[in-house]
């Protein structure tokens, strides 16, 4: 039952955030005994598939030096989430601070959201010890996820939940297009991402919720500044995107077994680099969706300043 809303209140979905109640309830898993059921990596499989890590774009590569460079980025792929769910899980139970003493369905879905971030974090600490185990020393995750949540979490709400509903998005689109069907991809790497997606699917519905409500709320001044925050965040993440392309080859080309020739390796970095952008960037911006809510939300003028910052990134 929903507490009566004053007349300052913006509406509240009460019954779209029970029906993510209901359904996060319904398909909760247990890291251990739902994914990974006793299970270690088989690295005789590919990790991200081609659809994302782009491997299959390096055709000078042999099939096994694709396939660990696609696990390298299976790796990262894991610690990235794990990076980013960091600030989510924090800026979720901030925005839940304001349905305290309002919608009880509101307040918790958002706890059981935060809950799953935290949960989220757990496991791919545990698939970055378990791909450890199997891969030669000498990776490194660049970005710390403490440092990364302080300085997106200065930014204003409304561009960290602009941010927020493009990964979980993106996440989506990553499992549904790229990951399901992938014949190569290892089993329980998949089984990881399918949990991960089932929860995921409540949180991209939450976000939205929140941000549309975050917008209502803010001045044309304060939009204006927001849109500014949301194009220096997109920045500091192809800065990290930047960095960890940059390391991941680097780890690729010392355990890969082959001298690899200058062009070579330029050719490596350049695609990882492309790979990532296409990750986390663009293969979110691309999807309507997100598309539909930003351009609802903003100017034109403030969409052409989001297409200039983005013009480098997607080209
Ligand atoms: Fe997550
Ligand atoms: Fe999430």
Redesign the pocket.
């Known amino acids: 039952m929903s507490a009566p809303q004053s007349s300052l209140q913006p509406h509240v979905d009460s019954a779209r955030y029970a029906k993510c109640v209901e359904v996060s309830k319904r398909i909760r898993w247990d890291i251990d005994r739902d994914v990974i059921r006793g299970r270690s990596f088989d690295f005789a499989n590919r990790f991200l598939p081609d659809g994302l890590s782009k491997v299959d774009r390096l055709d000078f590569l042999t099939a096994n030096d694709q396939r660990l460079l696609s696990q390298i980025q299976g790796r990262t792929y894991a610690n990235m989430?794990g990076l980013v769910?960091r600030f989510?899980a924090a800026k979720v139970l901030e925005v839940s601070r304001e349905h305290w003493l309002g919608d009880q369905n509101a307040l918790e879905a958002l706890v059981r959201f935060g809950d799953?971030?935290i949960k989220?974090q757990e496991l791919f600490r545990r698939i970055e010890r378990m791909c450890a185990e199997g891969m030669p020393e000498g990776y490194t995750f660049v970005p710390e996820p403490n440092a990364v949540a302080s300085a997106v979490l200065a930014k204003s709400t409304w561009a960290v939940l602009a941010l927020t509903c493009h990964i979980e998005l993106f996440?989506l689109a990553h499992y549904r297009e790229s990951i399901d069907g992938d014949k190569n991809v290892s089993e329980l790497w998949k089984d990881v991402f399918l949990h991960?997606w089932r929860?995921?699917s409540q949180?991209a519905i939450l976000d939205e919720m929140e941000w549309v409500r975050e917008n209502a709320k803010l001045a044309p001044e304060a939009r204006d500044a927001a849109v500014d925050d949301l194009i220096a965040l997109v920045g500091a993440v192809d800065g990290i995107l930047q960095a960890q392309s940059a390391a991941d080859t680097h780890y690729f080309v010392e355990i890969c077994g082959r001298p690899m020739a200058a062009v070579e390796i330029e050719a490596v970095k350049a695609t990882v680099l492309a790979a990532y952008r296409w990750q986390y960037i663009v293969s979110g911006v691309q999807i309507p969706r997100f598309g539909q809510l930003l351009n609802g939300m903003i100017t034109p003028q403030q969409g052409e300043r989001i297409g200039a910052a983005l013009a480098p990134i997607m080209a």
């Open positions: 989430f769910e989510i799953e971030e989220h996440v991960h929860e995921e949180h």
